[in-house]
């Protein structure tokens, strides 16, 4: 018990401390958390083989994104939801939502995502990485690769795009 009120008491410290923290005029030029909406354009190369054969191919497609995003210490976690609507392809358009947890390094901030994706043939793991610009308190630039595959229907499906985008954020 004793050892659990150390651990308590250092928390709290730890989180009073966080809590008082100022951030400097860069850092909230930087700061990539909050409510964001934006609208992206990509490739998508896509093949499916097996019972449907597909051979690989291109699409270049419009996409949408909304999500939030939170400082946690030196990281940021987040929540996307997205909608990409490559036709051409060999699962159709689909969207989905994603976690994501980025590194922010001054206007930068890499990050990864995972989450899952949905439409035809059904839903699947979505991953990806990319990296985000911040140009200004509202307006950042991000480029990203993100992949799928499902096996449905005696069907591999596989999907990886490559996508440009830009986010407005609300805060």
Not at 38 to 47: E, H, L, P, Q
Not at 130 to 156: C, I, M
């Given at each position: ?63 949408f994104v909304a999500g939030y995003g939170f400082n946690a210490g030196p990281v940021v976690l987040g929540a996307e939801l997205f909608m ?88």
């Amino acid at each position: 018990m004793r050892t659990f009120k150390k651990l308590l008491m250092c928390a709290t410290l730890a989180i009073s401390a966080v809590a008082h923290a100022q951030p400097t005029q860069q850092q909230l030029i930087d700061d990539f958390s909050g409510p964001y909406i934006g609208a992206k354009v990509g490739v998508n190369i896509s093949s499916a083989s097996g019972a449907v054969n597909k051979p690989t191919h291109t699409t270049l497609f419009p996409g949408f994104v909304a999500g939030y995003g939170f400082n946690a210490g030196p990281v940021v976690l987040g929540a996307e939801l997205f909608m990409d609507m490559h036709n051409g392809s060999s699962t159709a358009k689909d969207g989905g939502v994603d976690a994501k947890i980025g590194y922010p390094i001054g206007p930068f901030m890499p990050y990864a995502r995972l989450g899952a994706t949905g439409d035809w043939p059904g839903w699947t793991f979505h991953y990806g990485l990319g990296v985000e610009y911040k140009l200004t308190t509202k307006f950042s630039v991000f480029s990203e690769w993100t992949r799928d595959s499902a096996n449905a229907y005696n069907t591999r499906w596989t999907n990886n795009s490559i996508t440009v985008g830009a986010n407005y954020r609300f805060k």
